[in-house]
């Protein structure tokens, strides 16, 4: 069977490896009498929504107590924090602007207020056309992407050279979170992930003396703090990034990620408690309730199948980004015994 899987690189990014809506809406002829439905179910058979740690995690809110075991109810209470009044800074009160005062307009006194504009009008005096002066001011990071008590800063490389910052991570190779970075890179050492560190270098040509590549689940010490990478879940290469201060202080920037009761088995998690939670996530909220990966990639390769067998020229197109969407090519690839052609 001759099926060709193309990967189309599109501009739209959002910050989960499956957090698209795979829900679409199906050619009316596939969804007919006696056809199979290609919804994934949200409740069991009873009406009532299936038991797991997602569901709780999106159900719970800001308050995580009922995400702790039976037997530490009612001792433990977690509650989200504000973390200007944790680290002792004041909330930045907004600023009241007001109006600029109206220009005073010069009143022409001929008739013909066209005679009366002068060649010249809107140009200096070398005949060049004025323009405004540009901003050359750096932008500030904010707050969020530093690490209080370290010299680090997370997925800001957009801001340039930051004051006090000696270390730069990254979480994973998506543009809203390495943007700002180019071979021209030269404001300190880059940490991240091995695979993200050859895709730095390979595909934006960082000059590598910058790039400080890290193994997964492996602690190293930086500027006399602990840190240790693990695996996020969400593209090749992206990963949770744990901090353990001299002072015993836990940080744990997530990047982006995708929620996952495996993650409750990482060792460091569970033997260390995390002070402050730096939660990098669009999709936090109850509202949002996505099927697991594997029933994704089960309804892609069903739906894949069943259009071939009803035309088997059929183009099969994956929308994709850079990276992110390679389980999906090779799940489609896996079932149909088809071969995968990359094309750079």
């Known amino acids: 069977m001759g099926v060709e899987i193309v990967a189309d690189d599109g501009a739209d990014h959002d910050n989960s490896c499956f957090d698209d809506e795979w829900r679409p809406a199906l ?33 719970c809110g800001t308050d995580w107590s009922c995400l702790l075991p039976a037997h530490e109810e009612g001792k433990k209470k977690l509650k989200q924090a504000n973390l200007l009044s944790m680290w002792g800074l004041k909330e930045p009160k907004p600023q009241v602007l007001s109006p600029p005062p109206p220009k005073r307009l010069k009143t022409l006194s001929v008739i013909n207020p066209r005679e009366s504009v002068s060649p010249n009008f809107g140009k200096s005096k070398n005949n ?19 690490i209080p008590g370290t010299p680090f800063a997370v997925d800001a490389f ?37 695979l993200t560190a050859r895709l730095l270098t390979l595909c934006l040509s960082v000059n590598s003396s910058y790039v400080h590549p890290l193994d997964l689940n492996t602690e190293y010490v930086i500027g006399g703090v602990s840190v240790t990478l693990l695996e996020a879940l969400h593209c090749p290469g992206a990963a949770l990034i744990h901090f353990r201060l001299p002072t015993g202080l836990c940080y744990l920037h997530t990047g982006d990620f995708r929620a996952s009761k495996c993650m409750q088995s990482y060792a460091l998690l569970l033997k260390q408690k995390v002070n402050v939670l730096y939660l990098d996530t669009t999709y936090c909220n109850p509202k949002y309730n996505f099927p697991s990966k594997e029933d994704v990639l089960d309804y892609v390769v069903r739906v894949t199948k069943d259009f071939l067998k009803r035309q088997p020229k059929t183009l099969v197109v994956v929308g994709a980004y850079s990276i992110g969407k390679e389980c999906v090519y090779l799940a489609i690839s896996k079932a149909l015994g088809a071969g995968l052609t990359l094309r750079v």
């Open 27 to 59: 050619d009316n002829e596939l969804i007919d009498e006696g056809r199979e439905s290609y919804e994934i179910r949200e409740e069991d058979e009873d009406g009532e929504e299936e038991d797991s740690f997602s569901a709780d995690f999106y159900r």
């Open 128 to 146: 060049s056309t004025v323009t405004p002066p540009s901003s050359n001011r750096p932008r500030i990071c904010p707050f969020y992407k530093r």
């Open 158 to 194: 957009r801001y340039g050279s930051i004051q006090g910052c000696s270390a730069y991570f990254l979480t994973h190779f998506h543009f809203d979170h390495y943007g700002g970075l180019t071979k021209g890179w030269s404001h300190g050492l880059i940490y991240c992930t091995r």
